[in-house]
């Protein structure tokens, strides 16, 4: 599905008076697909990874091919939800077959594909009016991974972005050959990266469609890291895919003033605690979200605390929700002072979040971006990076990185801190009377006022 074994992609042709009229698609994420574990950070190959799926029918005119679902339920640990995912993903499918026909069937084909085409030029347009704007050349950001999930070796790698009037193209060709450990993305995910990346600068106010893309030209190499080959790994295909995000914006920031924002924390401070039996099935509870990180400043104002551009209609699970389903309790949920990169306008501050484990647990950990600091552009400052903590009943403190099935007792304290964005323009730019807010509101401290913007001491705010 270009992606990994546990996103589920469903086809459903859509016929009209015996006509093929188009596709409704629809791909989700089920909770587990006989993975070696229900999540992964050290996978060596995709047979590792989950069930494979090739192309195959789900229904036959018809009728549900009850042999294929039963293999899927077979290999998964948590069967019940995973039909629920795949029920509900049939179903909306089939709303939109529905609305999909009668929309057809209202215009007629002729019209309705002749609109379609008209919204596709549109979206060309729209997209080279805006690669106009930038002066042409080649441009270049890099991305930074803590490691492969196998080792402690950092990752880094340059991403190319060159404008040539209203077309552009990225240049993946020089980014390292494909990983030991599953952080590879492969080359669909890597193209619908650059795509989400255009339409975010290009600030399209309504959903993009493929005519957007007609100016992207995208480049790799095969049996790298952006394209990977099976059987080479790819779990944890997001997470380069997201610092390849930052790397393409901070690319544009070199083109001109006004086009990017600044860096962002780059990750989704991923942690799950899984509850097993004795017999080392999963119990059926689990507690872990996606997690909203501090983004950079831009030239329009300061950063916001936002899911990552990759994961931007996630919602945080309540706190009371997960209590009610796991055997845990949460105990704060902050802001972290000082957290926000400085400049004209400053990043987002990050924010921690701390649970108590009622039961003897297992935890999985994706996080990233822990070494390298969200990075200031246009002379602002870097952002704080990402941080994970587990205190042992005993009160030891680890700082922990990706880790798979990692033991935490019950009576652990897990701690999450989200980094800060980082800031855009330099920091004597900034209004003191902005300054002088975030002191009051708790964002910055008083040492940060002195030491990033300190003429903002002796301005009073106005009323």
Known sequence: TGSHAQDAALVLPVFLDGALQGYICNKAHWMDIGAKDPYCTDTIDVFQEGLVLPGLKLY????????????????????????GDLNAQVASARVGEQLFAELVRRYGPAV??????????????????????????RYSGTGYL???????????????????????RFDFSQTPD????????????????CRLAMAALAKAHY?????????????TRRGSMFHPV?????????????????AINEAFCQAADGIAPAGGAGDIVGVEVWGYSKKGYMEGWNVGTALPVGQGGHAAGD????????MAFSRIIPMEVDEARAPVLFERMEIIPDSCGAGRHRGSVGWSRQYRTLADSVMISTIERTRVAPKGQRGGLDGAANRLVVIAPDGTRRVVGKVTRYPVPAGSHILCEAGGGGGYGQPGERDPVRV??????????PAYVQRHHPRALACAIPP
Not at 74 to 83: D, M, Y
Not at 123 to 132: D, H, I, S, V
Not at 303 to 310: D, E, K, M, N
């Open 303 to 310: 950063g916001a605390i936002l899911q990552v551009a990759s």
């Open 112 to 137: 309705f594909w002749a609109s379609v085409e008209s919204m596709y030029d549109h979206g060309e347009a729209f997209m080279r009016r805006f690669l106009e704007q930038i002066p042409d050349g």
């Open 230 to 246: 099976s059987p080479q790994p790819c779990f944890l295909y997001g997470w380069p895919l997201e610092s390849a995000l930052e």
């Open 178 to 193: 494909a990983q030991a450990g599953p952080m590879n993305c492969p080359l669909p995910s890597t193209v619908s990266g």
């Open 436 to 445: 002088r807010r975030d002191l009051l509101e708790g964002y910055v401290t």
């Open 207 to 219: 959903p993009p469609n493929e005519g957007f893309f007609r100016p992207i030209e995208i480049v």
């Open 60 to 83: 036959r005119r018809g009728e549900r091919v009850v042999d294929l679902l039963r293999v899927i339920l077979a290999n998964s640990r948590t069967p019940r939800e995973l039909e």
């Open 146 to 168: 803590d490691d492969d999930g196998l080792d402690d070796r950092p990752i880094e790698f340059s991403i190319g972005v060159e404008v040539a009037g209203s077309s552009v």
